[in-house]
């Protein structure tokens, strides 16, 4: 049996399997709620050479769930405003800004709402264990209290430079992660960028608007005391 055809049986069946000793996810109910998120720290303790040199992936961690202030800060890292005009943290070409961010823990799925610095609650419930299903069961999406899911609407960027577009959606896809990747390390956390999952299982999993592809999974959280 071929690689793929067991990774799409685990995506067919991880709902309902055991991951590191997890239960298995209740069935989630769809909820929509508006939660503001504290405002970002923008002067920080940590200059920009000691994260970058600090930074490295971690793929083991705590069960500690991740504070609200902790959430909103790597939120805001990776697409928060920093500009009247709505300019954000991460360049983007022609400031159009076609990535949407969402993430998952152990209560819900919810989609940042850059705009008011809040999150948007879409989905109750816990769907890491079809994340980890879809993500080929990598521990890391097993383990950490948060995933960070970067997606990307191709549209709004094509519509302006045509064929170049999924270019320069990749791009600052890379721009937003590096951002989230640095500020966990100045929050004391740890987190890893997996770029290997299927498209279509993520979308799935977490419900996602059909013009939203998955292009980063980045899960977050506090460091075993081993890495």
Request: charged share 20%; aromatic share 6%.
């Amino acid at each position: 049996m071929s690689y793929r055809i067991l990774a799409l049986c685990a995506i067919i069946l991880g709902v309902g399997c055991v991951a590191n000793g997890a239960r298995p996810n209740p069935p989630p109910t769809t909820k929509s709620a508006i939660v503001s998120l504290p405002a970002p720290d923008t002067e920080g303790s940590l200059s920009l050479e000691a994260a970058m040199s600090r930074r490295h992936s971690v793929r083991a961690f705590m069960d500690t769930p991740l504070a609200l202030e902790e959430i909103g800060q790597l939120l805001w890292a990776a697409q928060g405003i920093t500009r009247d005009w709505g300019g954000r943290t991460a360049p983007s070409a022609g400031a159009l800004y076609p990535l949407e961010l969402y993430i998952v823990t152990q209560d819900h799925v919810a989609s940042y709402r850059p705009d008011q610095h809040a999150m948007e609650i879409i989905l109750d419930g816990d769907r890491r264990q079809a994340v980890w299903a879809a993500g080929l069961q990598q521990d890391p999406l097993a383990q950490a209290p948060l995933i960070v899911v970067i997606t990307g609407v191709y549209e709004r960027t094509r519509a302006k430079y045509g064929e170049r577009a999924e270019r320069y959606v990749h791009l600052e896809a890379g721009h937003a992660a590096q951002n989230l990747l640095l500020e966990a390390v100045a929050l004391g956390l740890g987190a890893v960028p997996i770029g290997a999952f299927y498209d279509d299982g993520i979308a799935k999993a977490l419900e996602l608007p059909a013009e939203a592809s998955p292009l980063y999974l980045i899960p977050v959280g506090h460091p075993q005391k081993s890495e």
